[in-house]
């Protein structure tokens, strides 16, 4: 049976079609409130941006998520788990700092923030998954112990996983350091034709596995294989495009642990977790890079549903459906209809997330798109 993925879009031309008025019926109609039970404490899973980036969702648009959850009875909270690279959320003082920064303060929002594995990354809880790949899964602890969750993603493209959307928000965004290690297997290597050997990946390196050696032309930058911890920041700061991974092979592998983790995150809360997707600013890179780019296709909209596979699918099939901007990090596929994800990072395939999720039992990829505004379709 197809899973209702409830769609507004960005028209409004009177107060009743305003965005946060959208988003209140979106949490309504997907029937978000039968979700939480008194008292539950309830985690509203999101990004708080990277330094530098800011295309993350809204903290307004949060803050109606916010409401709603209390209104349900439920007792909300803003959180995230700290990052495997360097950067400005590696730590929860730095992480908290930066979300207050980027609005996420609570005179805006109206709810705690709290870093869901702790001031260093060690508050975390083991999860039996019995998928594939893994076992168990490791999961930040105030994520697994929280009693509902509430998943706000911000639907772009992703330079491994193709796109990041409900799914790589549960995995990545759920998950200690060591977690997002275990799911990282590709490793990095470095192109010494192409290195210019200018340094930017050997400074943002979180593992110290990058040095600058002499090589033909002036140094170059070596990655020592053992050391890596297959994070990808070299791979995303990279200007000559030196630094590649072995896509037939490991990245399949990366998508598939992704996914598993996903799995994980919702494990014994399948039935009190509720996705919210932001179409808006798609751009082509995660929010945990230092910049936001030029958007890749046109706002479309915000989505709502019960179901993270089914939520994914949508998304990835409303980008497609709509024309690229010529004028964006896009190189092709610009017709409607086609990969758009595909277009910004032709080596990956941000659609096996959603095969493999419903392999995995994590979701249904069958959908029903239920527009809220008959005046304007889908």
């Known amino acids: 049976m197809a899973e209702k993925v409830y769609f507004a879009c960005m028209r409004a031309r009177n107060p009743g079609q305003n965005t946060i008025t959208k988003l209140q019926r979106l949490f309504d109609e ?14 509203i899973k999101l990004h708080f941006g990277e330094w530098g980036n800011e295309s993350y969702v809204n903290p307004v648009y949060v803050r109606q998520v916010v409401d709603h959850v209390r209104q349900a009875g439920g007792k909300p909270f803003l959180t995230d788990s700290n990052t495997l690279y360097k950067g400005s959320r590696s730590n929860a003082v730095d992480h908290l700092q930066i979300a207050i920064e980027h609005g996420f303060a609570y005179a805006v929002v109206a709810a705690p923030l709290i870093i869901a594995d702790g001031i260093r990354g060690g508050d975390r809880r083991n999860v039996v998954t019995r998928t594939p790949h ?5 999961i930040s602890g105030e994520i697994a112990d929280s009693d ?18 409900a799914i790589k928000n549960l995995a990545m965004g759920c998950a200690p350091p060591v977690g997002k290690q275990a799911q990282h297997c590709a490793r990095p290597v470095n192109n010494p034709d192409r290195c210019t050997g200018c340094g930017k990946c050997f400074s943002v390196c979180p593992a110290d596995a990058i040095s600058m050696v002499d090589g033909q032309g002036g140094q170059k930058a070596r ?12 791979l995303a700061i990279c200007p000559s495009s030196a630094i590649d991974v072995d896509w037939e092979t490991e990245i399949p592998e990366f998508i598939e642990r992704m ?6 995150a919702v494990k014994g809360k399948e039935k009190k977790t509720g996705y919210i997707n932001f179409l808006l600013r798609i ?4 929010d945990c890079v230092p910049w936001s780019d030029a958007s890749i296709v046109p706002d479309i909209g915000i989505l709502a549903s019960r179901d993270p596979v089914a939520i994914d699918a949508a998304s990835y099939d409303l980008v497609n459906a709509e024309e690229g901007i010529r004028q964006s990090f896009l190189s092709d596929n610009f017709g409607r209809g086609m990969d758009k994800f ?37």
């Open 223 to 234: 990655i020592e294989s053992g050391q890596c911890i297959g994070c990808f920041e070299c």
């Open 259 to 264: 996914v598993e983790y996903a799995y994980g």
């Open 283 to 286: 751009t082509p890179d995660c």
């Open 342 to 378: 595909k277009g910004v990072w032709k080596h990956t395939d941000g659609y096996r997330q959603i095969e493999y999720g419903e392999k995995i039992g994590l979701g249904n990829p069958e959908y029903t798109l239920v527009p809220l505004d008959s005046s304007h379709p889908v």
């Open 148 to 165: 509902a969750m509430i998943v706000l993603s911000h639907f772009k493209g992703h330079d491994t996983a193709g796109f990041g959307g």
């Open 134 to 138: 893994f076992q168990n899964v490791t």
């Open 30 to 43: 997907a029937g978000f409130s039968g979700l939480i039970d008194p008292g539950d404490l309830t985690a």
